[in-house]
């Protein structure tokens, strides 16, 4: 790059459980596109609501950097809250401005994107690439060409120029959603092939990061892209053969659960086609060698995996209730179930697979099971498994916390996570569990008093305010890409 500052950046990746230390990960603040979200095109960008840009940054999304930056690179924000909060600009979290905090370890991939931006032949060829899906003209593209890096990258990301009025083509709403971009598993990176054409200059843009930038170099034989159907153009559109015979897969659908296990999910973005090509590649290369894929209602309430389950701590588990044993049990007690029709789409199965013995996977029967076995035997932990169900199990609240991300939590480390503040009877069943609950805005004040410490902190769920956040159908977990945790 031209101004040399992105060679310091430390270039080790490695991910091998949910619950490692957390040491550096992807993430994107809302930006200026999020605010260009109109009600008629909402759900075809894939957002479930219009949001208030500013209270979304400001009384939000804010904490949740503060937060990253005090665990992962606290010289960044120690003892720095109060200026930070003064600046009436908010230059802090601007990337590209003189003030922002620029982080080795809280990255955001606006400024990856603006990094390798600065290279004359990578930029001609994403602007081409980038106008050719968009379908712009010709005056559009030379256009572009005009805008220095960090503003291009900008535009490439919101779909706006500096003018805040003038839009060239949609935004990327979903961008802060980073986990879907890839998945680190152990020192690969695995990119997404997203199935929402809403998502496809989000897919280009990380090709183009992953691929050029020089974080990334030392890996980019360990790129796993996910292969097409060989005759993908000639087949049918219906959602049976696109199950079976097309490749879709989405981050959120993908854990790193143990240095030798990988879990995919099959859901209403990704397929049982991209599943299956990834365990393949990850057997091939070695990567690990079990996959256990789990297949889930493709139900917009679900979306993926991480919205139904994510991991607390080596022993505990939060999960919606209906998707695992209790449901099961709760279907059993009913008589109707009994002679309901069966469709086969709304039933949860998950099957685990060995490498050399693809042919022969195991059913495992409920989420329940496999998340304890994984705690048992893949984390070799001896306390008893706990699980923690969304909305406590109470009716109505289990589905209604579940839809604003009560089982979406980010582990900042074993046994301490990041979840949204509405989903009070979750919260209720963390501290029946032996958790506190504490608010980000209380608990970055006890660092800044020196009353807690990241490093002394344990058994916690920290909560962050999300009116405007949960509006958008995605929680801590979703927000974030991981790619560098502790080992156990």
Known sequence: ?????????????????????????????????????????AQDWLFEDI?????????????????????????????????????????????????YFNSDAVIDIQRLLADI????????????????????SFKTLTQLSTYDPPELAKILISGSLPDSK????????????????????????????????????????????FFYHPLFAPYRNKIIEIPDNEHHFLLPESDVARDYTRSTLE????????????????????????AQQVMRQVFDKGVVDTVTIIKIPKKRDYMHIDTIFTQVKKNVWVLLA????????????????????????????????YKGLEHKPIEIENLEDLLADISRNDLGCTDPVQ??????????????????????????????VI???????????????????????????????????PETIENTFIMLPSAELSRARGGSHCMSLPLLRDGF
């Open 117 to 136: 931006l600065e290279d004359e032949v990578i930029r001609t060829k994403l602007i081409a690439g980038i106008c050719a899906v968009e379908r712009t």
């Open 51 to 99: 949001v208030h840009i500013d209270t979304m940054r400001r009384d939000e999304y804010d904490y949740y950097v503060k937060l990253l930056l005090y665990f992962l690179d606290p010289e960044k924000v120690q003892g720095k809250l109060a200026e930070i909060d003064a600046d009436p600009t908010r230059s802090f979290y601007k990337p590209g401005h003189p003030n």
């Open 322 to 353: 209906s998707l695992g044993r209790l449901g099961d049990e709760a279907k059993k007690r009913d008589v109707l179930h009994f002679f309901a029709p069966r469709d086969v789409s709304e039933d949860l199965r998950i099957l685990q697979f």
């Open 251 to 274: 981050g959120g659908d993908v854990m790193t659960i143990s240095p030798r296990h990988l879990l995919i999910g099959c859901s209403e973005r990704t397929t049982l086609y991209a």
């Open 419 to 453: 979840g949204y503040d509405r989903n009070d009877k979750t919260a209720e069943a963390f501290r029946a569990a032996g958790f506190e609950t504490v608010r980000a805005a209380e608990l970055l004040q006890r660092f800044e008093r020196g009353e807690a410490s």
């Open 166 to 209: 003038t839009m060239l083509f949609a935004p990327l709403p979903n961008f802060i959603f980073t986990r879907d971009i890839g998945i680190v598993i152990n020192d690969h990176i695995l990119l997404n092939k997203p199935a929402k054409l809403a998502r496809t200059r989000e897919a280009l843009l990380s090709q183009y990061i």
């Open 1 to 41: 790059m031209k101004n040399g500052k992105t060679q310091t950046v430390a270039s080790k990746i490695n991910v091998t459980s949910e619950i490692g230390t957390l040491r550096r990960l992807l993430i994107h603040s809302p930006d200026r596109g999020l605010g260009k979200v109109v009600p008629s095109k």
């Open 387 to 416: 699980f923690i169900y969304s909305g406590n199990n109470e009716f109505p609240f289990g589905a209604r916390e579940q839809w604003t991300d009560s089982c979406n939590l980010l582990a900042l480390k074993d046994g301490v």
